[in-house]
């Protein structure tokens, strides 16, 4: 299960860090990604972070803004995001990223939690 | 820049139809894709990965094929709770960007 929190109502240019935590697996063991998704609007890939949290990988745009993290002795997952705008207005899933050998690997988003909303609005 | 496109953006059908969304890349991904469905209100649910494998649980009326640049999501035969919006996403690699999404409804 994953339990996203942290959202909210902000300004333009302020901060804020959303939280997932997690039960119900070994949460060290998976890669974990975030994922948003503006009203009406499609699924956007933010950020995802390694199993140790010793590599992280962002969407282009958000970069430099956003900063993934994570605590395994919490079984916690981060979203840092700094610079808000307004079109950073989104509902943000945590998402845990599994792998199925076949024998190639192949990842996938296979538990989502059910979302924090985030809304930049002055 | 990688591209995905989607295809249609949106579809009505009836009950028991059997329908197919298109997804196209334009770099070979192999068959790094993957499917998700989406109910209004709920977050993504995997449906395929793989482009053909389908997730534990799914329904055997939900199939996917393709390789390289064109792949495709069938549904043999509409249930009731199969009117949703669809997703693909590359994971071949990051950005593991997600197409604009198919909405079908119902006819």
């Known amino acids: 299960q994953l339990v996203e929190s942290g959202g909210g109502v902000v300004q333009p240019g302020t901060s804020l860090r959303l939280s997932c935590s997690v039960s119900g697996f070994t949460f060290r063991n998976f890669f974990m990604s975030w994922v948003r998704q503006a009203p009406g609007k499609g699924l956007e890939w933010v950020a995802q972070?390694?199993?140790?949290?010793?590599?992280?990988h962002y969407a282009g745009s958000l970069r430099g803004r956003f900063t993934i993290s994570r605590d395994n002795s919490k079984n916690t997952l981060y979203l840092q995001m700094n610079n808000l705008r307004v079109d950073d207005t989104a509902v943000y899933y945590c998402?845990?990223?599994?792998?199925?050998?076949?024998?190639?690997?192949?990842?996938?988003?296979?538990?989502w939690g059910e979302g924090t909303a985030v809304t930049v609005t002055s | 820049d990688f591209q995905m496109t989607q295809s249609p953006s949106s579809l009505s059908a009836s009950v028991g139809d059997r329908v197919t969304i298109t997804c196209r890349t334009s770099?070979?991904?192999?068959?790094?894709l993957n499917w998700y469905q989406q109910r209004p209100g709920k977050p993504p649910r995997l449906l395929i990965y793989?482009?053909?494998i389908l997730h534990s649980g799914v329904p055997s009326r939900f199939s996917g094929g393709g390789s390289g640049t064109d792949f495709t999501l069938t549904i043999s035969s509409l249930q009731p709770e199969d009117f949703a919006t669809y997703f693909c996403q590359q994971n071949y690699h990051v950005p593991y960007i997600f197409g604009q999404g198919t909405k079908l409804e119902i006819k």
């Open positions: 998402v845990r990223r599994s792998v199925s050998c076949h024998p190639l690997c192949y990842y996938y988003l296979d538990v």
């Open positions: 770099q070979d991904i192999n068959v790094f």
């Open positions: 793989a482009a053909t």
């Open positions: 972070l390694t199993d140790d949290g010793s590599a992280r």
